[in-house]
């Protein structure tokens, strides 16, 4: 089974031609120069348009903390 679905390689391909052109800009306006990032940024672009992309992983973290809270205690030392 296709971890991504054939619309998201095509949205990653768009925004890498973008990116190898120089015109490529993130979320604040900034010239993107991180190839890595360059992806990121497709495949965010094609997880909001709905296609088959898993998720994040800073959002299957936060859902995982969300589900499962640990309650820590320190101990205090008496002196």
């Known amino acids: 089974m296709a971890k991504y679905s054939k619309k998201a390689g095509e949205k990653v391909e768009e925004v890498m031609h973008e990116f190898k052109e120089g015109k490529l800009k993130s979320g604040s ?30 959002e299957s973290d936060k859902e995982s903390d969300e589900e499962s809270p640990t309650v820590r205690k320190r101990k205090t030392s008496e002196s």
Not at 37 to 58: C, D, F, H, T, Y
């Open 29 to 58: 306006g900034a010239k993107v120069t991180s190839r890595k990032q360059a992806v990121a940024i497709g495949l965010s672009e094609a997880r909001e348009s709905g296609a088959k992309v898993p998720k994040n992983k800073k």
